[in-house]
Each structure stands twice: as structure tokens, then as C-alpha cells.
């Protein structure tokens, strides 16, 4: 069955970097793009952009440029996401979803979520 | 960017009752309307897709409907693992942009 498999939950004081991590199963990795969307505490959802997971190219949501990465460990069917430089308001869940444009773009199944602390 | 403005942001109801929720795009989307289902500490599950195509294994009584900038959600006989919150979601084109939500809680 298909599967997004993220890492543990973050605790990190302000300046730092994170890195989660989304591990897939069941399907063809390369198959399908990869997205990133973020949920803070009490909030609704945001997407923050996606990674062609054929190419490596990734696309960021303005709000979501310059101290976001995403990134492919293809031969691992894992995707990543890299906050550096991180600030109290990055403190939230972050869900990678599998995405699908057939002709709408839409995501058909999601990780459980990795929640990420910021505070000094 | 495309605005979606979702109404209500919560609503009461019982087991069995019917409910609405709404959606509106500031621009046609051309029927590529999603809907989501969260529940609390859970991550989103996909109900709906084009407007109104349901997702494989979603139950019957949740339908979609809508063209142009409305579109609705519409969940008959409210069963006890309905009540979450809702959420919709622009297909068209990115950036993609949900609308700000619904909680369904039971009356």
C-alpha cells in the first residue's frame, strides 16, 4: 500500500536549520511530484511548493523562497526539506503530500505530518 | 493568486443531519474545486476532486458540486466520524491555495 513516512518531531531554538524527511512506498517515486505544506499550531494549511521528483526541480510559494529547500534522495524514494535559519513563526507541522495533475492538481495521499518547535 | 473564501468557518450539527459548506474562488477555476477532510493531530485525507469526482473509498454521502468561482460540499447523514474540519482547496494553478476552513462539530 502506498505510504509517506516522515521524521520525528524537531525541537530547535531560533537561527538554526532543520531537515525532515519523506520517505514513500508503494508506488513508483519518480512517478509522482512531491509537495510540502505547512499547518501552524491552530491554523489552516499552506502549501509551500513542490519538487519534481523526475527532474529534481523544485518550485517555491513566494512566501516560501529563500530559506526553504527542497530536495531528492531519488535512489531512497525520499524527499527532504531544509529550513535554515529558522524563526518562531516556522514553528509548525509540515506534511509532505504525494501530488497529482490529471488534469487538476490535487494530493492523494499525505505524510502524517513532522512538527517542528522554535524557541529559545 | 487565487483567493478561495470558505464559509462557514464552523458548524453545529447533529448525527443524521445534513450540511452544506461553501466555497468561493476569486476567480473561475474551471471546476478544478478539491476538498479535504482533517481530523484533529491526523493529516489531510482527500474527499473530492474536480468539483465532484469522489475519491476511491470515500462514502457515498459526501458530494460536491459547483462551477465557475462556487462550489459546495455537501455531507448527508452526518455519521460520527464526520465531524473534523474541512477544508478546500484551488486545482487550477499554482500556487495552489486552500480556503481558510471549516469546523464541523457535533451539536
Known amino acids: 500500500q502506498i505510504q509517506l513516512v516522515q521524521s520525528g518531531p524537531e525541537l530547535k531554538k531560533p537561527g538554526e536549520s532543520v531537515k525532515i524527511s519523506c520517505k514513500a512506498s508503494?508506488?513508483?517515486?519518480?512517478?509522482?511530484?512531491m509537495h510540502w505544506v505547512k499547518q501552524a499550531p491552530g491554523k489552516g494549511l499552506k502549501w509551500m511548493g513542490w519538487i519534481n521528483t523526475y527532474t529534481g526541480k523544485p518550485t517555491y510559494a513566494d512566501d516560501f523562497k529563500g530559506r526553504f529547500v527542497f530536495s531528492l534522495e531519488a535512489s531512497a524514494s525520499t524527499a527532504n526539506l531544509q529550513i535554515s535559519n529558522l524563526k518562531n513563526e516556522d514553528t509548525a507541522t509540515y506534511f509532505c503530500?504525494?501530488?497529482?495533475?490529471?488534469?487538476?492538481?490535487?494530493?492523494?495521499?499525505w505524510g502524517p505530518g513532522t512538527m517542528v518547535t522554535v524557541s529559545s | 493568486d487565487i483567493q478561495m473564501t470558505q464559509s462557514p468557518t464552523s458548524l453545529a450539527a447533529s448525527v443524521g443531519e445534513s450540511v452544506t459548506i461553501t466555497c468561493l474562488a476569486s476567480e473561475d477555476i474551471y471546476g478544478s474545486l478539491v476538498w479535504y477532510q482533517q481530523k484533529p493531530g491526523k493529516s489531510p485525507q482527500l474527499l473530492i476532486y474536480?468539483?465532484?469526482i469522489l475519491e476511491d473509498g470515500i462514502p457515498s454521502r459526501f458530494s460536491g458540486s459547483g462551477s465557475d468561482t462556487q462550489y459546495s460540499l455537501k455531507i448527508n447523514s452526518l455519521q460520527p466520524e464526520d465531524f473534523a474540519s474541512y477544508y478546500c482547496q484551488n486545482g487550477l494553478s499554482t500556487p495552489l491555495t486552500f480556503g481558510s476552513g471549516t469546523k464541523l462539530e457535533i451539536k
Open positions: 474536480g468539483a465532484t
Open positions: 503530500a504525494r501530488g497529482q495533475l490529471n488534469p487538476y492538481w490535487y494530493f492523494d495521499f
Open positions: 508503494g508506488y513508483t517515486f519518480t512517478d509522482y511530484a
